[in-house]
């Protein structure tokens, strides 16, 4: 087997030689060369310099460390999050478009004008004769204290906020009281009859 | 711990596991990767590639190899190709192989007049896959099989490669000796 091995390729070997890799049969061809050959002698001595210079050698930067493996857990944990907020939308997505097609369904059966009824029974001329304002709320008015405003008037907001702040209100009592009522108000900065 | 049981505990999503892979490791492959690519930045970047590709294949290991030479071959892959995008010049293997040998004949003034500091210098001269050769040679002890295996190259490709680094940096230190 060790005849094999040209004497050519035992300089290939050498490294590997120095390393402790090689089978026992480049081994043994390999240690015979040697002994037989100054010159591969010293190649075997320049190699062993080599390697140990190699292996003081160290990079003039240091590696990254313990930062790269913050770096590594962050990327990970924000992957698996990621992955968790994609599954979670993806249901949403699956029952929206449920809804939506159900919804299409219902329509598409084209039912007589009679089943569309308002929730709140059929449409009546009231809504006709609601007085409505444009408010001005104080900005830092909570919403418990707007909301118990608007029951106490018996009234709902039916547009706004706008770009500024502003509200239109809707109520059934009288232009007056309602406006008295709002004005008296602390919460309340403006009103403005619309209607 | 064997470092296929900590891989197995990495595919079950161990991230102590994975803590504990990356601290037996990651000095290993920045010198390995730094022989290729100098920049710190950009060695950082491909660490952090190679442990996220290991935390995500883990479990794709088939055990035909050691773990050490699966991971120096994800992180060589890694490396070449980054250095395919950035700096594609810089990386023909094959003009690596025509080197002429010219290397001085003359060993033994070599040897002895050789500081660690010339060595490193001519280390660093190196082309990045005589680096590499060395490197997995002499730092990490590795057979040529395991070398050609982690470059995807024939073995004796490898032992060229070995050979031809030996001839530059004979080439080199005789520059610096003044032509010992």
């Not at chain 1, 219902?106 to 001329?125: F, H, M, N, R, V």
């Amino acid at each position: 087997m060790t005849e094999q091995i040209s004497p050519e390729h035992i300089e290939f070997l050498l490294p590997f030689y120095l390393n402790g890799t090689l089978s026992d049969d480049e081994k043994e061809a390999v240690e015979e060369a040697l002994e037989q050959s100054v010159a591969l002698r010293e190649e075997l001595a320049f190699l062993q310099q080599i390697q140990s210079d190699v292996k003081s050698y160290e990079p003039a930067q240091a590696s990254p460390g313990e930062l790269g493996l913050k770096r590594l857990q962050r990327q990970i944990n924000s992957q698996a999050n990621t992955a968790g907020n994609t599954t979670k939308w993806r249901f949403v997505a699956i029952a929206a478009t449920c809804l939506l097609v159900l919804q299409t369904t219902l329509i598409g059966l084209s039912p007589s004008t009679e089943l569309y009824l308002p929730a709140g029974g059929k449409p009546t001329t009231i809504a006709v004769n609601k007085t409505m304002f444009r408010v001005a709320f104080d900005p830092m008015a909570t919403e418990a204290s707007i909301r118990s405003l608007l029951l106490d008037l018996d009234a709902q907001i039916i547009e706004g906020p706008s770009a500024i702040g502003l509200y239109v209100v809707s109520t059934e009592q009288t232009e007056e009281d309602a406006l008295n009522s709002l004005q008296s108000h602390t919460i309340v900065e403006s009103v403005q009859i619309i209607k | 711990m064997e470092d296929v049981q900590v891989l197995s505990m990495i595919a079950g999503g161990d991230q102590q596991a994975l803590a504990e892979f990356y601290n037996r490791y990651e000095s290993r492959l920045y010198r390995f990767i730094k022989s290729k690519l100098p920049d710190y930045f950009e060695a950082a970047d491909i660490i952090n590639e190679v442990f996220l590709e290991v935390w995500h294949k883990a479990a794709s290991f088939q055990q035909r190899s050691k773990v050490s030479t699966w991971l120096f071959s994800i992180a060589y892959f890694k490396t070449v190709d980054h250095l395919r995008k950035t700096r594609p010049d810089n990386l023909s293997a094959e003009q690596l192989e025509s080197i002429e040998d010219d290397a001085p004949a003359a060993l033994s003034g070599l040897i002895q007049q050789q500081t660690a500091d010339q060595v490193h210098h001519c280390i660093e001269t190196l082309k990045p896959d005589h680096q590499s050769v060395m490197q997995l040679t002499f730092f990490e002890e590795l057979s040529y099989k395991e070398i050609a295996e982690i470059m995807q190259c024939p073995e004796n490709t490898v032992k060229t490669r070995m050979f031809h680094a030996k001839q530059a940096m004979k080439k080199c230190l005789h520059r610096l000796l003044g032509g010992v």
